[in-house]
Nanobody, 114 residues
Framework: QGQLVESGGGLVQPGGSLRLSCRAS????????MGWYRQAPGLQRELVSS???????NYGESVKGRFTISRDNTKNTAYLQMDSLKPEDTAVYYC????????WGQGTQVTVSS
């Protein structure tokens, strides 16, 4: 496991879209599961989505049908495509590699507001 660097956060209006990227250092990216978590003020960090090394995906109930996780092993990068964004999606989004005891990124702010 190496370092994770997130990008792609920002301010978007309700109904809009954003794509988050998480680039990992190291040569073993392909063997690790990757995940996206988020934490809103005053709330616990929650799982948004995850993808295994084999490509199996999992989504939190609140984002099913709106968010899509993917990975490109040739670029050591995981993505989170977020569509139909809602104000309640506002949070700091964190990239994770290898599960809760693995590596975490520094977080990127996503704000959904008109």
């Amino acid at each position: 496991q190496g370092q994770l660097v997130e990008s792609g956060g920002g301010l978007v209006q309700p109904g809009g879209s954003l794509r988050l990227s998480c680039r990992a250092s190291g040569s073993m990216f392909r063997i690790y599961s990757m995940g996206w978590y988020r934490q809103a003020p005053g709330l616990q960090r929650e799982l948004v989505s995850s993808i295994t090394s084999g490509g199996a995906t999992n989504y939190g109930e609140s984002v099913k049908g709106r968010f899509t996780i993917s990975r490109d092993n040739t670029k050591n990068t995981a993505y989170l495509q977020m569509d139909s964004l809602k104000p309640e999606d506002t949070a700091v989004y964190y990239c994770n590699q290898g599960g809760l005891l693995g590596t975490w990124g520094q977080g990127t702010q996503v704000t959904v507001s008109s």
